[in-house]
């Protein structure tokens, strides 16, 4: 069965750095999205993705934030300057379809997450 | 804004019994979907069960089965023949149901999760 695939699994990175987190989304899938899990705390939405723009995001992604889907294949999470509390788990997932036509279920597909942690 | 809360942090089970993981929801919509997700210790979340809050039929899936309770807003997920491999966090989410292309919101929204332990 086709999965969605992160790189890297764990990312060390010191404070003020730039971090790039990958994704390789499910192939036939048109909709993307970037979650995130502080340790103990619950799963949060950051951003969605279709049609190589943002088609929602939450308050966390601020200006610090951007995504990309830089070929076919590949969707990307940049912080730029990363903080101590950008520390968590980010999850990418991809779904084929977000809710259409009326009704349609598409679930969200979720990778292994990469581990971020900020020194 | 809708909210979803699983009031459990930490569940266990004898395997092979039945477990009922709780979870309730606030929103103001009359269309959405639930689901439940299972992130066991090697990290990817896995799909468990959906429900479409216009059918009324409870989904089921094996050995997973949700009682969804609309008016009261309750979507809780039954594993019978707990198994070993169930040890997992579980987690509820909710997502609306737009009509139309471009409307509403995609975005899952999670509970804290239920941390579900399996006894041999």
């Known amino acids: 069965e086709p999965e969605v695939t992160q790189t890297p699994s764990h990312q060390v990175t010191q404070m003020g750095q730039e971090v790039i987190l990958r994704c390789v989304p499910i192939s036939n899938h048109l909709y993307f999205y970037w979650y995130r899990q502080i340790l103990g705390q619950k799963v949060e939405f950051l951003v969605s993705f279709y049609n190589n723009e943002i088609s929602e995001k939450s308050e966390i992604f601020d200006d610090q934030f951007s995504v990309e889907r830089p070929d076919g294949s590949n969707f990307t999470l940049k912080i730029r300057s990363t903080k101590l509390e950008d520390s968590a788990m980010y999850f990418c997932?991809?779904?084929?379809?977000?809710?259409?036509?009326?009704?349609?279920?598409?679930?969200?597909?979720f990778g292994d997450g990469t581990r971020l942690s900020i020194l | 804004a809708q909210t979803v809360t699983q009031s459990q942090p930490e569940m266990s089970v004898q395997e092979a019994e039945t477990v009922t993981l709780s979870c309730t929801y606030d929103t103001s919509e009359s269309d959405y979907y639930l689901f439940w997700y299972k992130q066991p210790p090697s990290r990817q979340m896995i799909l468990v069960i959906r429900q479409e809050a216009y059918k009324q039929q409870n989904a089921t899936e094996n050995r997973f089965s949700v009682n969804f309770q609309k008016a009261a807003k309750s979507f809780s997920l039954k594993i019978s023949d707990s198994q070993l491999g169930d040890a997992a966090m579980y987690f509820c989410a909710y997502r609306s149901a737009p009509r139309y292309s471009g409307a509403g919101s995609y975005q899952l929204t999670f509970g804290k999760g239920t941390k579900l332990s399996v006894i041999p």
């Open positions: 997932a991809s779904s084929r379809t977000a809710g259409q036509p009326l009704y349609s279920n598409q679930p969200q597909h």
